[in-house]
């Protein structure tokens, strides 16, 4: 189920209905989803299933499902299996019959999107880039032709060499950059990459980004 990618008030009416009747809560941070369940006064048990966990919980947790437990699964912020680890569970549990349903809410790639001005008409979400380098530059070499606009996330220690890396092998092109969406220091910056590079100080880059990027010849539309 979808949760606040920052502000606490994104949170949908049947998310917190599901958050209380949920017989189990799996989450990323516990720390985090204890933060919003205390804020809606809510109190449940949590389990935690994260990244590097998630192969030994997830038989764990689809056992409790077959159980005809009903599980609330909440990532770290936003729609869970967007770039994190729900989808593994998700899939398992496909593959044992049990209903999967969804509880939609918000999502930084596309929050980022239809604030970023770039077409919003045809759009291909890319998760994370590779963060050494090399593999980095080959992705977006394979992504050289591609006509959508283009999602990323990154890391604030990253950006700078990310967007270096897209102008060296693009060229110019008019990009977005979103940060800490719904958050204090929510704030978009428009531009081409180098207009976008000159905003930005290196070493005083913090929060969490989204990168968008027109596709090749896209036309405004
Ligand atoms: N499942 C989440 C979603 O629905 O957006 C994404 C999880 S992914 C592990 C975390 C990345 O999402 C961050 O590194 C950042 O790129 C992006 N992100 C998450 N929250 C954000 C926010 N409030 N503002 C900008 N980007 C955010």
């Not at 109190?43 to 990244?51: A, H, M, N, T, V």
């Not at 699964?73 to 496909?94: E, K, M, N, W």
């Not at 049990?98 to 596309?110: D, H, S, Y």
């Given at each position: 189920?979808?949760t ?28 985090r ?18 990244d590097y966990?998630?192969e030994r919980?997830?038989p ?7 159980e005809n ?7 770290d912020?936003?729609?869970p ?7 593994y ?5 496909i ?6 349903i ?16 770039l ?37 604030p220690?990253?950006?700078l060499?990310t967007?270096?890396?897209m102008?060296d ?13 719904t ?16 905003q ?22």
């Amino acid at each position: 189920m979808a949760t606040p990618i920052g502000n606490l008030e994104d949170i949908t009416l049947r998310a917190l209905r599901i958050l209380k009747e949920a017989h189990l809560i799996a989450c990323e941070d516990t720390r985090r989803t204890r933060k919003l369940l205390l804020h809606y006064g809510i109190r449940k048990g949590l389990i935690s299933y994260y990244d590097y966990n998630k192969e030994r919980r997830a038989p764990w947790l689809i056992r409790k499902l077959l159980e005809n437990k009903s599980i609330a699964l909440v990532s770290d912020a936003g729609t869970p299996g967007i770039s994190d680890p729900a989808f593994y569970l998700v899939r398992l549990a496909i593959d044992q019959g049990i209903e999967v349903i969804p509880i939609p809410g918000p999502n930084a790639a596309l929050s980022a999107l239809i604030s970023s001005g770039l077409p919003t008409d045809r759009f291909a979400f890319e998760g994370f880039l590779p963060s050494r380098p090399g593999p980095r530059r080959r992705r977006l070499k394979e992504l050289a032709e591609e006509q959508r606009t283009m999602i990323f996330y990154e890391s604030p220690h990253r950006l700078l060499a990310t967007l270096k890396d897209m102008v060296d092998i693009w060229g110019e092109r008019r990009a977005a950059l979103a940060k800490e969406l719904t958050k204090k220091f929510e704030g978009i910056i428009r531009g081409t990459f180098s207009e976008l590079s000159k905003q930005i100080s290196p070493g005083k880059v913090k929060g969490e980004w989204v990168i968008l990027v027109e596709g090749k010849g896209n036309r405004r539309s």
